[in-house]
């Protein structure tokens, strides 16, 4: 699979719907993010990840009236929510009429994105109207736009420390790395430029006068570390989304327009130029080395810079990529990285489309920014970046198509100066300096790095964050995000709900969107939550809520699948009391798959350690500083806390009262991806009592088995897998069994309580389920996107029989009552 030799000879569609994204102006339904002060401010948005961006997809596909393509939707989203070039313009002193917008496109990269969207046609009658929520829509175009907001800012003086904020790659996993390969050195880059940028005299030399483009004037005097927008952050790296997406949508369509249908007609400056170019290279590479071209070369330069460098000024939660410099940053570090991978997309997409024909663009990406398995294809990953770009790219080719897109660009762009010959050696060499600056500056986590500090399992928790208010906004909401980003939030993975610990009402409803949450958690919102801790009525609200979510999901039949976390976040002084210390009981005997954990600001082992299981674990000092840094350290103890937490199987018969019912026979479906690890957990109130048929029963059931099943089962090693047994002393801890296509692998249950006299003694059932599937397998084994995160994820059936219902909660409860009946008898006796 290398060119698409079936590069269709689409007629370009002449007069194409006129789009509201290519006019001069601020496109009518993006206009509220520059008008509405909360959306203008850029804190109130979702973070600009990948996985917002994954998120946001996800729910316009989701949408029952959306029925279409991956080549429809990504067309679809550059056409309504990328609008490249967008500025503020505000002469100083003058008054601004209530009739005009200080913004519009007219950055330098406006130009090439006009010409796009006539490269990669969108039928706005293919989609319906759909109404994505303000903030949520604001993010996508910021992080689908590409233009660069030179603004004084005021936090200038802190330009030279943004290297301190170098992502900290290893944030899903607390294990510590290597993760220097990546640290961007600016003292290596030789101060303002990468190392293998000449100095040209005649760039520090902007054009200045009245004459000069905008473009040029806006970066005049202005900040030195410019904002990129248009980047979403990624664990390989920081990319250019809106390349990533042409990318796709034109792979998707691959089509040859013929130079003269692009410019509409207008006679170019450069007659020796290849007469058509495959729309796949102007939407990526090819775009932005012509910018580049034609930019510095009428500004006289010989040798075109390509790269450039920057970084987010925080480690958590980033929104806002500055450029280390203001010159030359026609392609930037982050379009580099985005135009290769929508170059390498869209050029596998036949290959992709051979594996599974209903891909969507949101599994598309979260395959291939995933640390494992790829694109069906481990070599299709981002962390495979290096390899990808010699693969996929042929210089000649590229030359070709960026001489010919130069050349049609020209036509429309304003520019300082008009070239009159000499473009050739131009383009050489800016692509000579993109390849010698791609090789070493990207700074891509290797694929051997990801494998090792990313962890080979996924989780499912449901996570409720008992928030103490009094945390400064600061502080807590790195945490809180990096929380989130480390345990998954997402539609298959984690949910997270915010409760008050003043009172344990519920201050943002559970979701499975980090873009939902981030909206709702803003400065603004926390500032209004009542600050303070009260445990006695948050434990028992928190509690009675548990209670009634498990009456819940016993009407429902819920067997499992999730596992739930209750973590308390305090910054002052909790009181605790007889009524906390039982509430907190109460909940660990009724809710018996809740763990609670308490991170506090100050020690307070001595109040609470009699409120957890184990307070050497679920009792948690936080260091947190101010300035979001060290979040990552800080909180490893929390993610680790909720990692060991398996996913919860139970007997839906017992509720949330316990009375003894069997479980019968009864099932649910999982999912695992090639070599990945689920692990779970069922509690001894679900077997403490003998049953000599109690038992799990893991198989393929009716599924299409791929590859074999290793389960293993442990009483003591909380996440057990055949490599737990490393470090442990008791080697016959953990039992493992494989199971193959009609096989099954039972854990039987008898006697699993005989050593204990109480439920509280005895230990639950840790067991896990691995898939040793090939991640390479080129066909699709879950096509439901319903269910299944990935395309290759493996179906799995869970079963239990003979499970009972078993409570100190309640025994507590009948043993008062004997002790009341007998009471009541001897009175009855004696009378
Ligand atoms: C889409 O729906 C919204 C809200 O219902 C409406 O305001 C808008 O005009 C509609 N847009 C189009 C193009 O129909
Ligand atoms: C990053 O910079 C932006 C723009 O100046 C600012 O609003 C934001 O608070 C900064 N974030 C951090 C964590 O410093
Ligand atoms: C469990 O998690 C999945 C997504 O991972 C979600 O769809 C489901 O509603 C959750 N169920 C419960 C009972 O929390
Ligand atoms: C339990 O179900 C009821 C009825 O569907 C719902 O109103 C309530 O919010 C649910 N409770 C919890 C804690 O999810
Ligand atoms: C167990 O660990 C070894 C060495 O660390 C590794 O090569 C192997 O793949 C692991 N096996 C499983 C099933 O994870």
Redo the contacts with the bound molecule.
């Keep these: 699979m290398y060119w698409l030799s079936a590069l269709l000879l689409a007629a370009f569609a002449k007069g194409a719907h006129a789009q509201s994204t290519a006019q001069t102006s601020v496109a009518p339904d993006l206009r509220e993010c520059y008008t509405d002060p909360i959306l203008l401010n850029r804190n109130n948005l979702p973070p600009t990840t990948m996985q917002t961006l994954i998120d946001i997809i996800r729910q316009i596909e989701d949408n029952p009236n959306v029925r279409v393509d991956l080549r429809v939707m990504a067309a679809w989203l550059l056409h309504t929510y990328r609008q490249d070039g967008i500025q503020y313009h505000r002469r100083e002193g003058v008054a601004m009429s209530a009739n005009v917008l200080p913004f519009s496109p007219t950055f330098n990269t406006f130009h090439r994105h006009r010409l796009l969207l006539r490269m990669i046609p969108s039928n706005p009658q293919g989609m319906p109207n759909i109404t994505l929520p303000a903030p949520l829509k604001c993010a996508l175009h910021h992080m689908l736009s590409t233009t660069v907001d030179a603004r004084l800012r005021g936090d200038e003086s802190n330009c030279g420390q943004l290297s301190q904020y170098r992502a900290l790659r290893t944030s899903r996993s607390a294990r510590s790395v290597d993760d220097d390969v990546e640290i961007l050195d600016l003292s290596k880059l030789g101060g303002r430029n990468g190392q293998l940028r000449q100095h040209n005299p005649n760039d520090d030399v902007e054009s200045t006068g009245s004459f000069g483009p905008r473009t040029a004037r806006q970066l005049m005097g202005e900040s030195a570390c410019p904002i990129l927008t248009g980047v979403v952050n990624s664990r390989w790296g920081a990319i250019s989304a809106g390349n990533l997406i042409a990318g796709i949508a034109a792979g998707a369509e691959p089509q040859q327009i013929s130079i003269t249908d692009l410019t509409r007609g207008s006679v170019l400056n450069y007659q020796n130029v290849q007469q058509t170019v495959s729309a796949i290279f102007p939407a990526t590479l090819a775009g932005d080395l012509a910018e580049a071209v034609l930019i510095q070369g009428t500004r006289g330069s010989q040798a075109i810079e390509i790269g450039s460098g920057g970084n987010w000024n925080s480690t958590q939660a980033r929104r806002f990529f500055m450029l280390s410099n203001r010159l030359n940053i026609e392609m930037t570090d982050p379009e580099i990285a985005g135009g290769i991978d929508g170059f390498v997309l869209g050029n596998t997409l036949l290959s992709t489309y051979a594996a599974h024909s209903e891909i969507r663009l949101s599994q598309l990406l979260d395959m291939f920014y995933a640390p494992r398995n790829g694109v069906f294809n481990s070599n299709l990953r981002a962390c495979n970046r290096q390899n990808l770009r010699t693969q996929f790219i042929n210089e000649p080719q590229l030359a070709g198509e960026t001489n010919a897109f130069a050349a049609a660009l020209d036509t429309i762009m304003p520019l300082e100066g008009t070239l009159t010959g000499g473009l050739d050696s131009l383009v050489q060499s800016a692509i000579r300096n993109f390849q010698t600056y791609s090789s070493s500056n990207l700074h891509t986590l290797s694929c051997a790095t990801t494998e090792t500090t990313s962890p ?1 399992f996924r989780l499912r928790t449901n996570l409720y964050i008992v928030l103490d208010a009094t945390w400064p906004y600061n502080t807590i909401y790195p945490a809180i995000s990096h929380l989130l980003d480390a345990i998954e939030v997402n539609k298959y993975g984690s949910s997270v709900t915010l409760l008050s610990a003043f009172d344990g009402s519920i201050l943002i409803p559970q979701t499975f969107s980090v873009a939902e949450f981030h909206s709702a958690y803003t400065a603004a919102a926390h500032q209004a939550f009542m600050t303070g801790v009260n445990l006695e009525t948050s434990l028992t609200t928190v509690r009675l809520m548990m209670v009634e979510n498990l009456r819940n999901e016993s009407a429902s039949n819920y067997v499992g699948g999730n596992s739930t976390v209750l973590l308390y976040l305090l910054n002052s002084a909790a009181q605790s009391n007889q009524i906390v210390v039982d509430q907190a009981r109460l909940l660990r005997e009724g809710v018996p798959d809740t763990r609670l954990l308490i991170a506090s600001s100050s020690n307070q082992q001595d109040n609470l350690a009699n409120l957890v299981r184990d307070p050497q674990i679920d009792l948690i000092t936080l260091n947190l500083a101010a300035t979001g840094t060290n979040v990552d350290t800080n909180m490893a103890q929390v993610v680790a806390g909720i990692q060991t937490v398996g996913r919860r199987v139970v007997n839906p018969a017992c509720g949330a009262n316990f009375a003894p019912e069997s479980s019968g026979t009864r099932q649910f479906i999982d999912f695992v991806e090639p ?1 990945f ?1 689920n692990f779970y957990r069922i509690s001894p109130n679900y077997f403490f009592s003998d049953n000599a048929n109690a038992r799990v029963r893991v198989s393929f059931g009716t599924g299409l088995a791929a590859g074999t099943l ?1 389960v293993c089962h442990s009483r003591s090693v909380s996440m057990p ?3 737990s047994s ?1 470090g442990i002393v008791d080697t016959g801890a953990v039992t493992c069994q494989n199971v193959a296509t009609s096989g099954t692998a039972d854990i039987g249950l008898e006697n699993a309580c005989s050593d204990s006299s109480t439920i509280g003694q005895c230990p639950p059932l840790h067991f896990s389920v ?1 898939s ?1 599937a090939p991640g390479e397998t080129s066909t699709a084994t879950c096509i439901d996107p319903a269910v299944c995160r990935f395309p290759n994820s493996i179906r799995f059936q869970i079963q239990v029989d003979g499970l009972g219902c078993f409570s100190n909660a309640t025994s507590i409860l009948s043993s008062v009552i004997f002790v009341l009946f007998g009471l009541l008898l001897n009175i009855v006796r004696s009378l």
Excluded: K, L
């Design positions: 080979n070599g690890i290793t897998s055949q490599n490393i691995q040793n």
